[in-house]
């Protein structure tokens, strides 16, 4: 079992940066891959950045590579997601997930999800 909490959300103006944390519970947190997702109001939740659990690989949507990294800390049972240069269309609930099948988690067809954490960037 793995529970996911996810914080550093908040209100940041265009061209600012947030860095998102997402804690994990239990040991077997460094055998998951890891992926952080977003919903807008009114539309589908879609793919952000992904890290596999070993060699720790990283995959980003087109909308955010250059401006978001994924990133992980298996000591510290912690992922996160730096977010740069960010935009109004960044506007969302981000979640994180952990899927131990990596076609799985990057489907979004997730074992573990947090409870998400609203980001606003405004024009």
């Known amino acids: 079992q793995v529970q996911l909490v996810e914080s550093g959300g908040g209100l940041v103006q265009a061209g600012g940066s947030l860095r998102l944390s997402c804690a994990a519970s239990?040991?077997?947190?460094?055998?998951?891959?890891m992926g952080w997702f977003r919903q807008a109001p009114g539309k589908e939740r879609e793919f952000v950045a992904a890290?596999?659990?070993?060699?720790?690989?990283?995959y980003s949507a087109d909308s955010v590579k250059g401006r978001f990294t994924i990133s992980r800390d298996n000591a510290k049972n912690t992922v996160y997601l730096q977010m740069n240069s960010l935009k109004p269309e960044d506007t969302a609930v981000y979640y994180c997930?952990?899927?131990?099948?990596?076609?799985?988690?990057?489907?979004?067809?997730?074992?573990?999800w947090g409870q998400g954490t609203q980001v606003t960037v405004s024009s």
């Open positions: 890290i596999t659990w070993s060699p720790g690989t990283t």
């Open positions: 239990g040991r077997a947190f460094s055998t998951y891959h």
């Open positions: 997930a952990a899927d131990k099948l990596f076609n799985d988690l990057r489907r979004g067809n997730c074992d573990y």
